[in-house]
C-alpha cells in the first residue's frame, strides 16, 4: 500500500510542478527537465518519510521471500541427508607407518643374507 501510495505522490507531484512550469510559458524539453528536476528535488524533501516506509515495506517482502528460500534449501539438504546412507569406513590410521617396520629380531638370529 505504502509504496503505491508513494507512487501515485510522485507522479501527482510531477504533473504538478509540470503544469507550475507550463504556467510559467515553458515548453518543449525544457518543460521535462524543470518537471522531473524540480519534482524530484521537492519530493526528496517532502516525501521523505514515506519513501522510507516504501522502502522498509519492499525491504521485508524480499526479506521473507529469502527467508522462504533458505527454509526450502535447508529442507531439501535434510532430505537428501536422510537419502543418502553413510558409510561406516574405519578412519584412517595416522599412526601406520609408511616406512619398513624395525626390525626386532635378534641380531644373532638374524639372516646375513637379508639385507
Do not use: C
Not at 76 to 87: I, M
Request: charged share 20%.
Amino acid at each position: 500500500m505504502s509504496l503505491l501510495f508513494y507512487t501515485l505522490l510522485r507522479i501527482l507531484m510531477l504533473v504538478s510542478v509540470g503544469g507550475l512550469a507550463y504556467a510559467l510559458g515553458m515548453r518543449g524539453i525544457l518543460l521535462l527537465i524543470v518537471a522531473f528536476l524540480g519534482s524530484g528535488i521537492i519530493s526528496y524533501f517532502v516525501l521523505d518519510r514515506i519513501r522510507n516506509n516504501a522502502g522498509r515495506q519492499l525491504g521485508g517482502f524480499f526479506h521473507r521471500i529469502n527467508d522462504r528460500i533458505d527454509t526450502a534449501t535447508r529442507a531439501e539438504d535434510d532430505d537428501e541427508d536422510a537419502a543418502t546412507p553413510t558409510a561406516s569406513a574405519p578412519p584412517a590410521d595416522s599412526t601406520a607407518p609408511t616406512a619398513d617396520p624395525p626390525d626386532d629380531t635378534p641380531a644373532a638370529n638374524r639372516d646375513p643374507s637379508s639385507k
